[in-house]
């Protein structure tokens, strides 16, 4: 048996994430895997507008029988790395798809391109025995966005993670026209979720009992807990809120997410469900804000930001 070192290479297609002509290089100092991201060549059989290419390679010291035999995934070295590599991939696809404001249903890998090895100075071989799933994607907001590498980088080097309530908003998002009955529960779960998550990271002594006990409705900790949270950024010079429109759509979502659950009502207008998701979605983005996050201002819909410099109390 040789220990010798392998270089592994793992690609997937992904889509919904608008790069804008730019390539995303990263690479885990922890893991030493390196990352890239870039659009995929339109003149590729099977390209779709929007697909990316993720990519993940690292070298290890693996132990080879015989090289004539080549790796399978069925090697538990083996198998642990590409999970580490997939991991990887998928943190910089959700850093990506959150810092970019895309949307569309829960994953973004789309396709599955090739996990492959070689020995320094061999040709690229398959990782035998892959079994693998396919899963899709699919609102830019900015037409002309910032530049994604030194926002990932920053995020990576922090190590940010998407928030669940983002996560929950896209599934409901990708509901929509499907399942819209599922897509106003969740999107209520979303913003409950997300507005928990939020006091955690400012306030981490609340972190067990927002797990654990019961919280006062979403509205009433939107209206009179909010101003009253240590936020790490009021861009607008006023003091923490949710502007009153947003408020009644969530209101509007409450009741409509009641009705569904204890009352069993069965129709769901398609114009108020898209209200619904949009002011879900401007919350989030707001919240990440008051997180820090001067980015998210990019992803709130233009009535909202006006609305944040005209309704509030203003910080002494």
């Given at each position: 048996?040789?220990?010798?070192?392998?270089?592994?290479?793992?690609?997937?297609?992904?889509?919904?994430?608008?790069?804008?002509?730019?390539?995303?290089?990263?690479?885990?100092?922890?893991?030493?895997?390196?990352?890239?991201?870039?659009?995929?060549?339109?003149?590729?059989?099977?390209?779709?507008?929007?697909?990316?290419?993720?990519?993940?390679s690292c070298t290890r010291g693996i132990l080879l029988i015989n090289a004539t035999q080549g790796l399978s995934v069925e090697d538990k070295a083996v198998a642990a790395l590409f999970d580490a590599m997939y991991r990887q991939i998928a943190r910089l696809l959700w850093l990506a798809r959150w810092r970019r404001g895309s949307v569309g249903p829960h994953h973004s890998i789309r396709q599955f391109v090739e996990f492959v090895w070689r020995l320094?100075?061999?040709?690229?071989?398959?990782?035998?025995?892959?079994?693998?799933?396919?899963?899709?994607?699919?609102?830019?907001?900015?037409?002309?966005?910032?530049?994604?590498?030194?926002?990932?980088?920053?995020?990576?080097?922090?190590?940010?993670?998407?928030?669940?309530?983002?996560?929950?908003?896209?599934?409901?998002?990708?509901?929509?026209?499907?399942?819209?009955?599922?897509?106003?529960?969740?999107?209520?779960?979303?913003?409950?979720?997300?507005?928990?998550?939020?006091?955690?990271?400012?306030?981490?002594?609340?972190?067990?009992?927002?797990?654990?006990?019961?919280?006062?409705?979403?509205?009433?900790?939107?209206?009179?807990?909010?101003?009253?949270?240590?936020?790490?950024?009021?861009?607008?010079?006023?003091?923490?809120?949710?502007?009153?429109?947003?408020?009644?759509?969530?209101?509007?979502?409450?009741?409509?997410?009641?009705?569904?659950?204890?009352?069993?009502?069965?129709?769901?207008?398609?114009?108020?469900?898209?209200?619904?998701?949009?002011?879900?979605?401007?919350?989030?983005?707001?919240?990440?804000?008051?997180?820090?996050?001067?980015?998210?201002?990019?992803?709130?819909?233009?009535?909202?930001?006006?609305?944040?410099?005209?309704?509030?109390?203003?910080?002494?």
């Amino acid at each position: 048996m040789v220990d010798t070192s392998v270089r592994f290479r793992l690609r997937y297609i992904a889509a919904g994430i608008r790069l804008h002509g730019e390539t995303l290089r990263l690479r885990d100092r922890r893991s030493g895997v390196s990352l890239r991201l870039a659009e995929r060549p339109r003149t590729e059989q099977g390209c779709v507008g929007g697909d990316t290419v993720c990519e993940a390679s690292c070298t290890r010291g693996i132990l080879l029988i015989n090289a004539t035999q080549g790796l399978s995934v069925e090697d538990k070295a083996v198998a642990a790395l590409f999970d580490a590599m997939y991991r990887q991939i998928a943190r910089l696809l959700w850093l990506a798809r959150w810092r970019r404001g895309s949307v569309g249903p829960h994953h973004s890998i789309r396709q599955f391109v090739e996990f492959v090895w070689r020995l320094k100075g061999g040709s690229w071989q398959a990782v035998k025995d892959m079994v693998h799933l396919n899963a899709e994607i699919g609102f830019p907001t900015k037409i002309k966005p910032d530049p994604l590498q030194p926002a990932i980088a920053t995020l990576w080097r922090t190590a940010e993670s998407e928030p669940l309530g983002h996560e929950l908003w896209r599934e409901a998002y990708g509901n929509r026209t499907a399942n819209p009955r599922s897509a106003a529960v969740l999107a209520v779960a979303a913003a409950e979720v997300g507005f928990k998550e939020f006091v955690a990271k400012l306030v981490p002594a609340t972190a067990w009992l927002l797990e654990n006990v019961p919280s006062p409705p979403l509205l009433k900790m939107l209206t009179k807990y909010l101003p009253e949270l240590p936020v790490r950024l009021a861009p607008t010079g006023r003091k923490a809120h949710v502007p009153t429109a947003v408020r009644r759509e969530i209101e509007e979502a409450i009741r409509l997410r009641n009705g569904l659950v204890h009352v069993g009502e069965r129709q769901i207008d398609q114009a108020r469900l898209r209200s619904i998701l949009g002011a879900v979605r401007d919350l989030l983005y707001l919240l990440d804000v008051y997180s820090g996050q001067r980015w998210a201002t990019e992803h709130i819909s233009v009535a909202t930001q006006k609305a944040l410099n005209t309704e509030g109390a203003r910080v002494q």
